[in-house]
Each structure stands twice: as structure tokens, then as C-alpha cells.
């Protein structure tokens, strides 16, 4: 009897690096944490060589990142008895913050039982966060959309987090206090007791922050001195988005997942360059056909130096850069997968980074 992988992505697809222009491809290194795995960030070469591997103590809560000084900012899903709000909270929960040395030695860490998805070091050498919350009951009973429940269900929201080097609170802002439940309304198939789903939030210059709000297709910068959005993006553009990020131009890039579109009745993802001065997309990236390229879920875009985008579609482990044309000159295949108890066994990346030569002083 012949044995047959029964993982259809690893059955039809090559494994590693697929494809690589090296004449057009921005050089450097790619870093990225396997999704589901127990913790084990690595950079690697455009030929898919491993040049360095972290041993963390705890599996990602989603991701790290390389800081200037070479050592490396871990988010992390730490596994504890505290409370479970909702059902989905086991999957989106993270738990603590680290930083960690070329060799993985703790140099600074934060716990915060409701940290999930995101967090970046600050320059303060705190860190800012995405937490979660309660919101008022007379609230919860304003916000639209979702699936329709029985009276009495919690609702949940985004609590953004600034702490020091000593872990102190030196900020916070709570999204029912800004947001307008006229326009940030639930997608029609989403739980109604996780209201915002945040999953990015990144520091800007001038104080500001930018966040993104999956459940409600909502990507807005916030003035954090007095908490009120300056610029939004909303689900009339998007649909459940991931990873914006400021481009050094001051437009904003985007992975628009396309989950559940208002506009279109086609699933499919894409990369939009958004210029916050008009909302006007100024670029875009999409598959031919466009079917071909989708992640439900997680995935991220990197505006690289040379002017490709490094991009994640991020539940198939795929990170490819495309040219401005949106031609695909480099492709790699994450070939490490890990079962999960929800999504079974998927080689699954929630963002990646790209690294010139140089950059890391490690390397």
C-alpha cells in the first residue's frame, strides 16, 4: 500500500524556495515565526537557508521582529489559568512581550493576561500593545452587524497599552470611547462578543498610532495626546485587513485580506498603497487570476528598499516579493508545519520581515 500525504497544501505544492530572480529580487535576509509552532523565529536567505534560529520559551503571539541593536522583540502566547472571555480567545490570546539577545537570554519582558496579536518596543524601552477589555453592557446593545445572539453575551474590544522600561501604564485608550458604532459595524458572520479584533498596531512619528480592526474592516491613525482619530479607512474599502504600515512616503500599506466583501462578491486578497491625504489607493497588488491569492486570516505587506513588496499570505505560508509592476520575482514556501487544535495541520506565518545586508548585527 502506497503511503499518501493527506495534507493537500504540502501534497501539491513545492516546499522552500519556488522561484528567484536574483537580477530583480531587493537582496537581504527574511524573518518570520512559524505560526503554530512552539516558538522558533529564523531568518533566512533568499535560497531558504536558515542562517539563525531562536529557541523561545513560549509558542508566537504571533511574531518578532529584529530591533536596531540585533536583539530580538517576541510576542508571545503564554499558557496560564487566567480567564477565557470567548470561545476564540484561546487562539487569538497572547500573553507577554520579551526581549531576548542574539542567543535567546530574556533581557526585558511584560506579562499582561490580555496582551494578544501585536506589540512593538518602544524607544522608551517600553513597549506599546493591543490589549482586550469589557465593554458596557449599554454599549455592546448599540454595536450592528454580526451573528444574532441570545441576550446576556459579553462584548469584548481593543484596549490600546503604552508601558515603560518599568512596565508601568503611560497610556491607554479604550475603542468605545472613539469609535462610531454607526460606521464600525460587524461583519455579518462574525462573533458579536469580539467587537474591534484588533491585530496591528504600530507607533508613528508626532505621537500617533496606527491600528487595524479585522471584525470591523477598519484601519484608522489615532493622535495619542487626545485619543481622536485622525484618518480612518473602512469596510466600503476593505474587508477584515491585516499589517498596515507607513510607507516612508506617508502613504499607508496595506493587506486587504478580502474576507466577506461589501462590493464584491469574490474572495480574494490583495495589497493596496493608500494615501491618507485623499484615501485614494495609489497602488495595487492582486493574483491573475485573482482567485489564486487568499489567506482568510493573518498575512502582511512590506515595502522593501529597491521598491518591491515583500508579501505574506500568511495561513498558506507563502512570502513573495512582487516588482512594481506586480510581477513575482522571488517566492518562498514555509516547509515547517504544526497541528493545531482549530485550524489542524498548516504551515501557517502571520507576518514576515525583510532585512538588507547589514542591517542585522548579528549576521
Request: glycine residues 10%; aromatic residues 12%.
Amino acid at each position: 500500500m502506497i503511503s499518501i500525504d493527506q495534507n493537500t497544501r504540502r501534497r501539491t505544492t513545492r516546499l522552500g524556495v519556488t522561484a528567484f530572480d536574483e537580477e530583480r529580487a531587493c537582496p537581504g535576509y527574511v524573518m518570520f515565526t512559524p505560526n503554530f509552532g512552539p516558538g522558533e523565529p529564523r531568518i533566512i536567505d533568499l535560497h531558504g537557508n536558515i542562517i539563525h534560529r531562536w529557541q523561545m520559551p513560549h509558542p508566537p503571539g504571533f511574531w518578532g521582529y529584529v530591533l536596531p541593536n540585533g536583539n530580538l522583540f517576541y510576542n508571545c502566547k503564554v499558557r496560564d489559568d487566567s480567564p477565557v472571555p470567548f470561545p476564540t480567545w484561546a487562539i487569538l490570546k497572547g500573553g507577554a512581550m520579551i526581549e531576548t539577545d542574539w542567543n535567546g537570554n530574556i533581557l526585558w519582558e511584560h506579562h499582561d493576561n490580555w496582551h494578544h496579536h501585536d506589540g512593538r518596543r518602544t524607544e522608551s524601552g517600553g513597549a506599546i500593545y493591543l490589549g482586550l477589555y469589557r465593554v458596557p453592557d449599554e454599549f455592546a446593545e448599540t454595536v450592528k452587524g454580526g451573528i444574532p445572539v441570545e441576550e446576556g453575551i459579553d462584548m469584548w474590544a481593543d484596549e490600546l497599552v503604552e508601558v515603560d522600561a518599568e512596565g508601568n501604564r503611560v497610556w491607554s485608550w479604550l475603542a468605545h470611547e472613539h469609535m462610531d458604532v454607526e460606521t464600525e459595524v460587524l461583519t455579518f458572520n462574525h462573533p458579536r462578543e469580539n467587537w474591534t479584533h484588533g491585530n496591528t498596531i504600530a507607533p508613528l512619528p508626532d505621537d500617533r498610532v496606527l491600528v487595524s480592526f479585522r471584525s470591523i474592516s477598519t484601519v484608522c491613525i489615532i493622535d495619542k495626546a487626545t485619543g481622536n482619530i485622525e484618518w480612518k479607512m473602512g469596510g466600503d474599502v476593505l474587508a477584515q485587513q491585516h499589517d498596515p504600515s507607513m510607507l516612508d512616503n506617508g502613504n499607508v500599506l496595506i493587506f486587504d485580506n478580502g474576507t466577506q466583501r461589501r462590493n464584491d462578491a469574490f474572495a480574494f486578497s490583495r495589497v493596496i498603497e493608500v494615501d491618507p491625504a485623499t484615501s485614494e489607493i495609489v497602488w495595487e497588488y492582486r493574483d491573475q487570476p485573482m482567485l489564486n491569492f487568499h489567506s482568510n486570516i493573518i498575512s502582511g505587506a512590506r515595502r522593501l528598499p529597491n521598491g518591491n513588496t515583500l508579501i505574506t499570505e500568511g495561513f498558506f505560508g507563502r512570502i513573495f516579493q512582487v516588482t512594481p509592476e506586480g510581477e513575482v520575482v522571488w517566492e518562498y514556501i514555509n516547509p515547517h508545519f504544526d497541528t493545531n487544535p482549530f485550524f489542524g495541520e498548516v504551515n501557517g506565518i502571520f507576518r514576515a520581515e525583510h532585512y538588507m545586508p547589514g542591517e542585522i548585527p548579528g549576521l
